[in-house]
């Protein structure tokens, strides 16, 4: 009787950790995507982020991965939308919010309106 | 006593299966993007540079705008072209007819100008010389040394045919210090603008670098 209720236990716990650890086949796209993207197959990367995204539209993970995307195929508004969406989504993760911050800052003046502006200075001997 | 072993150890494998390589540090190569949308345009207009001081015996504009000439032919799919007009004063750069004549109202011109300082100058110094092994380690002396410096200021700006409007207006300041008081300046100019144009182009044009970004597997 012990021994059956050890067992229940585990298989409860077990049952739990994979409900916990959310939809296996979704998870397995995203990390195919991070995989590619490890790799420079952007591409394949997002086609595997959006998958996700169409199964699941709440994902902040895929809409932050994406964003990236976007960013590295220069694709500013795109990333722009993406990182926004992220961000809603998972208004506290400290992750997204690194990376909207270094999107932003790496827009430079090119984000703000009007014209670009700016000094640079350089001393060499 | 059994349970309280079990449940550190569930607890341990609950955390690790959920949290481990959820998230993976990425060092990616991002593109920055241009300041203008210069292939917009079809034309660039380079003007005379306002010279606010030029070191004697070098045509400072002509070599500017040559060699800016030069190097947007290598860039700029369009034509590039020199205009003969260089603003009067430093208003003059905010004067939008002045623009808008050159570049005959045209929507497919740009306007490349700005104003230029290039200077030389010789600084001394005392310097304290490294004793040979014959004078001994102790018998460090200072000695006179002259340096030869020279500056290169640009202010650059890129204006709308169309409208006269300033779309890109940005400084640069280059300092160069030679050991040669004969260093010619042509040689200084060249190192110097190499430098800004390298700056220049990557605002204009975009360039590359490397970023941390960070990609989310839950």
Same mark, same amino acid.
């Given at each position: 009787m012990r021994t059956f209720g050890k067992a229940l236990f585990l298989v409860i716990f077990a049952g739990f950790l994979f409900a916990a650890c959310s939809s296996p086949a979704l998870e397995k796209q995203m990390k195919f995507g991070?995989?590619?993207?490890?790799?420079n197959l952007w591409d394949e990367a997002v086609f595997r982020w959006k998958r996700v995204l169409a199964a699941n539209p709440d994902s902040a993970a895929a809409h932050n991965n994406?964003?990236?995307?976007?960013?590295?195929?220069?694709?500013?508004?795109?990333?722009?939308?993406?990182?926004?969406?992220?961000?809603?989504?998972?208004?506290?993760?400290?992750?997204?919010?690194?990376?909207?911050?270094?999107?932003?800052?790496?827009?430079?003046?090119?984000?703000?309106?009007?014209?670009?502006?700016?000094?640079?200075?350089?001393?060499?001997? | 006593m059994r349970k309280s072993r079990i449940l550190p150890v569930l607890a341990l494998a609950f955390f690790s299966a959920c949290t481990s390589a959820n998230i993976r540090k990425l060092l990616v190569e991002m593109p920055r993007p241009s300041s203008i949308r210069l292939d917009a345009y079809q034309e660039l207009l380079i003007s005379d540079f306002l010279v606010k001081k @030029? #070191?004697?015996? /070098?045509?400072?504009?002509? %070599?500017?705008? $040559?060699?800016?000439?030069?190097?947007?032919? =290598?860039?700029?799919?369009?034509?590039?072209?020199?205009?003969?007009?260089?603003?009067?004063?430093?208003?003059?750069?905010?004067?939008?007819?002045?623009w808008k004549t050159m570049a005959g109202n045209s929507s497919r011109a740009v306007v490349m100008t700005g104003q230029v300082a290039f200077s030389q100058e010789a600084r001394k110094?005392?310097?304290?010389?490294?004793?040979?092994?014959?004078?001994?380690?102790?018998s460090a002396q200072n000695i006179l040394s002259e340096r030869l410096v020279?500056?290169? @200021? #640009?202010?650059? /700006?890129?204006?709308?045919? %169309?409208?006269? $409007?300033?779309?890109?207006?940005?400084?640069? =300041?280059?300092?160069?210090?030679?050991?040669?008081?004969?260093?010619?300046?042509?040689?200084?100019?060249?190192?110097?603008?190499?430098?800004?144009?390298?700056?220049?182009?990557?605002?204009?044009?975009?360039?590359?670098?490397?970023?941390?970004?960070?990609?989310?597997?839950?």
């Open positions: 991070i995989w590619a993207a490890e790799r994406l964003a990236v995307a976007c960013e590295k195929k220069g694709l500013v508004e795109e990333a722009r939308k993406e990182y926004e969406l992220a961000l809603k989504l998972a208004p506290d993760n400290a992750k997204v919010k690194f990376n909207y911050t270094k999107f932003k800052e790496s827009l430079g003046a090119g984000d703000k309106p009007g014209p670009a502006k700016g000094k640079e200075k350089n001393e060499k001997k | @030029e #070191v004697s015996g /070098f045509a400072l504009n002509k %070599e500017l705008t $040559d060699y800016f000439k030069a190097e947007w032919e =290598k860039k700029f799919k369009g034509k590039v072209a020199l205009a003969k007009a260089a603003p009067a004063r430093e208003e003059d750069f905010k004067a939008a007819e002045v110094a005392l310097l304290e010389k490294e004793p040979g092994w014959k004078e001994g380690y102790f020279f500056t290169l @200021e #640009v202010n650059i /700006f890129f204006i709308r045919g %169309e409208t006269g $409007d300033i779309l890109f207006q940005r400084d640069y =300041k280059e300092t160069r210090t030679y050991k040669s008081m004969k260093q010619p300046a042509d040689f200084a100019f060249f190192e110097l603008i190499q430098t800004a144009k390298q700056k220049l182009f990557s605002s204009i044009l975009g360039d590359e670098r490397f970023q941390e970004r960070y990609l989310i597997s839950k």
